[in-house]
């Protein structure tokens, strides 16, 4: 759960005291007013460095270079970036040391990378911009917190246009978007759903006439209606039931998997809405009512995803604890064999094709997420984006410097020096570049492109997507029907906005 530190500003201009209903101020003499002041300054400051003091120290990945006279063409000016911790941030830094070396006389910028632990990532930062310390030029923000910080951020909207030219794409620099103003470059990862099955157990039903017939059978018998089996692409969310059906063993005894799917479901946790959000959109739904801040939780399109996950439930297609599964759940079910297919996010290819993880490595295919069905026949696919960038610190002593180092960063040169070393690039051209050695990173930019959404992003986003995952959760456990928990989500989340400030 990520701390979300409010502060209030306090200002001294004169004692006011209030004596028997009367009113009574009593003037500061001058040096007074400047004792005082230094005081509350210096409170202010060692607090600060204080809790900075009890922390772990932060981890600074790269190492800016040495410099002289004479390998110096420019002033420099040193940039501090916070960066999440982890494979990217591994592979940034060799790239972050090569730039500083070879590149930064001629820019006349040097970069400092700094991760803190993920523990504490986001308190960290949360501490940082309340202070308004200028330590730090660059911080790291997703959609899911760019509308918290925005009132200590640099709109950098003069830089889009550009950073579409290098090739970053559209979804990912909406999600980083405020009230119309851009806010952040993404730079941690696609970030997307997609929908990871077992390729080889989906051949074997599409080619079994036998295992057809049975498809057929146990579509009419739960579903109401006699369906056939459909490659993932092609699926609708009525053939993700039934094929969760058909590969569960509690309706088909030779299921080679014991339950058919899962989800993500687990109280407390952003992720357990994303999910049901990729079916509630599908089907036109949205957080608010259009042009409105008024939610909207209680339309047809949430009810009827609610109403998938509570057949999913009922039917016991997948393992009876999903109500407390994250990531790491579904990513075990489907590396141990426990379920057939699940919507997971696309980073997780990687561990499901590698042979010291599964033994399924190479059986897994990937696609994007079912959709609703339109009456003409098409599908309405929608596919959850989770763009996490850079932002410049409003607090920066070099802004134009850390804008001009995003860009350097988004460059075709920096981004496949970037991949050289284990990155996942942000910009189109690589992705479609690394296609034969990457597969699934042009699966993802298809999904990115075509079928791509992201959240709104307010500042309140945070505490409506946790709000959401305890009745989504409920509901999961059979302790909620779905019209209960989409009443309660829309009174939560109208009472959040209105504790906002949205409605006058």
């Not at 300054?41 to 607090?47: F, M, R, S, V």
């Not at 190492?63 to 420099?76: C, D, L, V, Y």
């Not at 079916?279 to 801040?293: D, V």
Request: charged letters at 20%; a negative charge.
């Amino acid at each position: 759960m990520i701390l979300r530190i409010r502060y209030n500003f306090i200002y001294c201009c004169s004692v006011k005291n209030v004596i028997g209903g009367k009113v009574f101020y009593d003037a500061l003499t001058r040096v007074q007013a400047i004792i005082i002041l230094v005081v509350v300054i210096l409170a202010i400051g060692t607090g600060y460095y204080a809790y900075l003091a009890t922390q772990p120290p932060a981890k600074t990945t790269t190492t800016p270079p040495a410099t002289s006279p004479t390998t110096t063409t420019k002033e420099m000016v040193t940039i501090r970036m916070v960066y999440w911790p982890g494979p990217e941030s591994e592979a940034w830094a060799p790239v972050l040391d090569w730039y500083n070396k070879e590149m930064a006389p001629k820019t006349g910028i040097r970069i400092e990378m700094v991760t803190f632990s993920r523990e504490e990532f986001w308190i960290k930062e949360d501490t940082i911009l309340a202070a308004k310390s200028s330590e730090f030029d660059i911080i790291t923000a997703g959609i899911y917190n760019v509308g918290h910080y925005a009132p200590h951020l640099v709109p950098i909207d003069d830089m889009r246009e550009e950073l579409l030219k290098l090739g970053m794409l559209k979804v990912h620099l909406d999600g980083l978007t405020v009230n119309g103003h851009l806010y952040g470059v993404p730079t941690l990862g696609l970030n997307n759903h997609a929908l990871f099955y077992r390729k080889d157990l989906i051949d074997d039903l599409l080619h079994d006439p036998k295992k057809i017939e049975l498809f057929k059978q146990l579509s009419k018998k739960y579903l109401g209606k006699e369906l056939t089996p459909k490659p993932p692409e092609e699926w609708d969310w009525d053939d993700y039931i039934a094929t969760a059906i058909f590969f569960t063993q509690k309706y088909n005894p030779d299921s080679p998997t014991k339950y058919g799917t899962a989800v993500y479901g687990k109280r407390g946790m952003m992720d357990t809405p994303w999910h049901l959000m990729d079916i509630a959109w599908s089907f036109g739904g949205h957080w608010f009512k259009p042009g409105t801040y008024e939610p909207d939780f209680t339309s047809d399109a949430w009810k009827k995803a609610m109403q998938i996950y509570d057949t999913l439930r009922k039917l016991e297609v997948f393992p009876p604890d999903v109500y407390d599964w994250d990531y790491m759940g579904v990513d075990h079910g489907l590396k141990s064999g426990l379920i057939a297919f699940a919507i997971h996010f696309s980073i997780a290819w990687a561990g499901l094709n590698d042979p010291s993880q599964t033994k399924y490595a190479g059986k897994f295919g990937m696609t994007h997420t079912p959709g609703a069905r339109q009456p003409d026949g098409s599908l309405k696919i929608t596919t959850y984006v989770n763009p996490v960038g850079l932002c410049v610190s409003k607090y920066s002593k070099h802004i134009e410097e850390a804008k001009k180092f995003l860009l350097i960063m988004s460059s075709y040169e920096m981004q496949k020096r970037y991949v050289e070393h284990g990155g996942v690039p942000l910009i189109a051209s690589l992705l479609e570049e690394a296609a034969d050695k990457h597969p699934d990173w042009k699966i993802d930019l298809d999904i990115i492109q075509n079928y791509g959404y992201t959240l709104p992003a307010i500042p309140e986003a945070i505490d409506i997507l946790v709000a959401m995952s305890e009745d989504i959760s409920a509901v999961l456990a059979g302790t909620e029907d779905p019209d209960t928990a989409l009443q309660n989500i829309n009174n939560k989340v109208y009472n959040i906005m209105k504790e906002a400030g949205y409605y006058k």
